[in-house]
């Protein structure tokens, strides 16, 4: 696709539920990165996939957080067990290689509500 | 510990009025730093990337300056527009870091006619 995209675009569960976030990066791109963006905050790293290396997942703020990328596209990112304090939108970005070094592309972002 | 700030937190300005966004940081060693425009329900947009090498760069009616030994960087928008109204956030990469960028809060620019 033309861009980076993302579903569902709102997310409304019950705590103690799981869910699934997706992202569809940029076709061609080898890294991808998800971020947290919590109400009057930073955006807040959670985890990046660069090509087959193993993620860099220090960004995950619990045991309860985790993503795959399969196939090198196409990138999940779950939450289990959902507490309020995950709401929040979710950011995934790709780029051409490393972000320092290459222009990242964000998506528009999932909104997590966690009731 | 490596971080950006940004002022002020939100700005309001009149249509063709011009304005100023202000950030520092404490990231090093300083790889490069980046402005982003965020609209309202959308992911943010790169605006101007500088390395350490730059001290300023344009993109149309913006404007960033960078000054690597205070550790600041500007954002000047010119002549705004209704459309500007946005959050701009202020992004540092460490050299070495492999893409773990530093984010700022961002500064929630309002334009009003």
């Known amino acids: 696709g033309a861009g980076v995209s993302q579903s569902p675009s709102n997310k409304v569960t019950e705590k103690g539920k799981d869910v699934e976030l997706r992202c569809d990066p940029i076709?061609?791109?080898?890294?991808l990165y998800w971020y947290r963006q919590s109400l009057g905050q930073g955006l807040e790293f959670l985890i990046y996939?660069?090509?087959?290396?193993?993620?860099?997942k220090s960004g995950l703020p619990s045991d309860r957080f985790s993503a795959e990328r399969t196939g090198g596209s196409v990138s999940t990112l779950t939450i289990q067990r959902t507490q309020q304090e995950d709401s929040a939108v979710y950011l995934c970005?790709?780029?051409?290689?490393?972000?320092?070094?290459?222009?990242?592309?964000f998506g528009p972002g999932t909104r997590l509500t966690v009731l | 510990k490596n971080q950006v700030e940004q002022s002020p937190q939100s700005l309001i300005i009149l249509e063709g009025k011009n304005c100023t966004l202000q950030?520092?940081?404490?990231?090093?060693?300083?790889?490069?730093l980046r402005w982003y425009k965020q609209d309202t329900g959308r992911g943010p947009v790169s605006l101007t990337i500088?390395?350490?090498?730059?001290n300023t760069k344009s993109n149309g009616r913006y404007t960033a300056t960078l000054d690597a030994d205070t550790k600041q960087s500007s954002l000047h928008i010119t002549a705004s527009q209704l459309s500007d109204s946005a959050s701009y956030i202020c992004?540092?990469?460490?050299?070495?870091?492999?893409?773990?960028?530093?984010f700022g809060k961002g500064t929630k620019l309002s334009v009003k006619p």
């Open positions: 950030c520092n940081y404490t990231v090093s060693p300083f790889s490069n």
């Open positions: 992004v540092v990469s460490a050299r070495g870091s492999q893409g773990n960028l530093i």
């Open positions: 996939f660069q090509g087959n290396s193993a993620p860099d």
């Open positions: 970005a790709s780029s051409q290689g490393l972000a320092e070094y290459n222009e990242q592309f």
């Open positions: 500088m390395t350490f090498s730059e």
């Open positions: 076709s061609g791109h080898t890294a």
